[in-house]
T-cell receptor, first 110, second 115 residues
């Protein structure tokens, strides 16, 4: 079956620090991979995605590369801001269904 | 991006009563809507997929008579938790997609507490 494992949090960082959230997956076939972000009090929003191996998704300074050989899709940002404080979910889509990781809470302190 | 709303945002009910949660796509037509359940500090678990005008498809282990889903129009799906019990207390999230293979847009969620 499909499953997503992501780094447990919470993660607390200072502003301008480097952020990495690890995500690995198991899936049949060739899934698409996603990172979603959930800001306090809001619904999940798509942050970035990659649909095939070696694709790099990027948005708002965040990046993740679809690594088929390591079945990974790690999220990175070089310099975080307080406004990046949120819960981040890694997910995969096989057919049309999404499977999510447990979420990583990130808090960025000024 | 596309906007999906949920109502109510929070609901508290007594054990044995039924609760209806609405999910609306505000600025697009959603052929497909999804219902998820999220436990504290855990991932979203897909409960069911509903397609407008047809019966919902439930995931394994989800009681269809317990969680009634109706998708009567292209902008509205409802989830009714029947004869709710404390173990049904959870965060319920819906998403909507223009079509089954398209990007899903998520609602803000509904916190259900059953006393």
């Amino acid at each position: 079956g499909n499953s997503v494992t992501q780094m447990e949090g919470p993660v607390t960082l200072s502003e301008e620090a480097f952020l990495t959230i690890n995500c690995t997956y198991t899936a049949t076939g060739y899934p698409s991979l996603f990172w979603y972000v959930q800001y306090p009090g809001e619904g999940l929003q798509l942050l970035l995605k990659a649909t095939k191996a070696d694709d790099k998704g990027s948005n708002k300074g965040f990046e993740a590369t679809y690594r088929k050989e390591t079945t990974s899709f790690h999220l990175e940002k070089g310099s975080v801001q307080v406004s990046d404080s949120a819960v981040y979910f890694c997910a995969l889509a096989n057919d049309y269904k999404l499977s999510f990781g447990a979420g990583t809470t990130v808090t960025v302190r000024a | 991006g596309a906007v999906v709303s949920q109502h109510p945002s929070r609901v508290i009910c007594k054990s044995g009563t039924s609760v209806k949660i609405e999910c609306r796509s505000l600025d697009f037509q959603a052929t497909t809507m999804f219902w998820y359940r999220q436990f504290p500090k855990q991932s979203l678990m897909l409960m069911a997929t509903s397609n407008e005008g047809s019966k919902a498809t439930y995931e394994q282990g989800v009681e269809k008579d317990k969680f009634l889903i109706n998708h009567a129009s292209l902008t509205l799906s409802t989830l009714t938790v029947t004869s709710a019990h404390p173990e049904d207390s959870s965060f319920y999230i819906c998403s909507a997609a223009p079509d089954r293979g398209n990007e899903q847009f998520f609602g803000p969620g509904t916190r259900l507490t059953v006393l």
